[in-house]
DNA sequence: TAATTTCACTTGCATTATGCAAGTAGAATC
DNA sequence: GATTCTACTTGCATAATGCAAGTGAAATTA
């Protein structure tokens, strides 16, 4: 489907969100891509979720075509591929990190460290531009 | 099912997020009790995306099963029930709010109007304080 | 007081999405 | 020439969603 001619629900932002990435699995690619460096297809199925094969081809390709991610050919073996953020998926890291210092606060078992959530509450700004940075 | 038996596939601050409410319409409910004042069962079923019954029935349930939204019965007339956000409902804001930011960036037929986006860019704390006000 | 309306769901059934296991195609390596 | 690696695709069972209609209890109307 062409961006051009994708219809949504509505145009309200939340909706508009939660249809490009309002799925089980689209943000934990994301994530992958953010945090974890990972950028290979094999790589996003070693998470610890467990993505099934054709579930990870569909969502990449629906990312891709949504504008949130790239696939190109590696130029150091050319049977694999590489897929990245762009800026547009570069931007949802403050809405994440959100996402994280919530799910941390609510979840008594939460995997993320206490100094993550300290360093949010500190400086945001520069978190994030660390993080950029790291891509 | 009770929130002592729940099994999460892992508890990666995402995934925990996208567990709770990483479907269609989950948010799109958090949505019309924060920024819609909706609080009725018949209300929720007349927002622009239209949800079905049934949906809406069992993601109330899930809600209120994960502790996000109350269920209560309205003085003024004992046959509805009053749907009302939990603390832990209302502490999705910020996240929402750079949701919404992200999606007016990248939807050109945003529904959000640039002096929302404006007053979030120039003081959102505040803005915060506001809407949980006016809860 | 009997019938109608309101509200919050529930049910049945068709369609769509997801999960799992296995298979494939092309390039690189042995 | 055969095996391996990588990125998928396919088939099929199960689960989630969408749509229309139905239900039951309380309140309102006739």
């Known amino acids: ?3 051009s001619e994708r219809k949504y629900r509505s145009h309200c932002p939340i909706n508009f969100a939660q249809e490009l990435f309002g799925d089980k699995w689209s943000l934990l690619i994301i994530r ?11 790589e996003f199925l070693t998470s610890g979720e467990k ?8 969502r990449l390709e629906k990312l891709e075509a949504d504008g949130l991610i790239t696939k190109t050919i590696d130029n150091k ?3 694999k591929k590489i897929y990245a953020l762009t800026p547009k998926g570069v931007d949802l890291l403050p809405m994440l ?5 919530w799910s941390a606060k609510y979840d008594d078992k939460t995997d993320t460290p206490a100094e993550f959530i300290q360093k ?3 400086d945001k700004a520069s978190l994030i531009r660390e ?3 790291g891509l």
């Open 1 to 3: 489907m062409k961006r």
């Open 32 to 42: 992958d891509l953010i945090f974890k460096g990972k950028k290979y297809y094999g």
């Open 51 to 58: 993505i099934s094969t054709n579930i990870l081809a569909d």
């Open 77 to 79: 073996n050319n049977v």
């Open 97 to 101: 990190l959100e996402m994280i210092a």
């Open 120 to 122: 949010m509450e500190e």
């Open 131 to 133: 993080l950029i940075a």
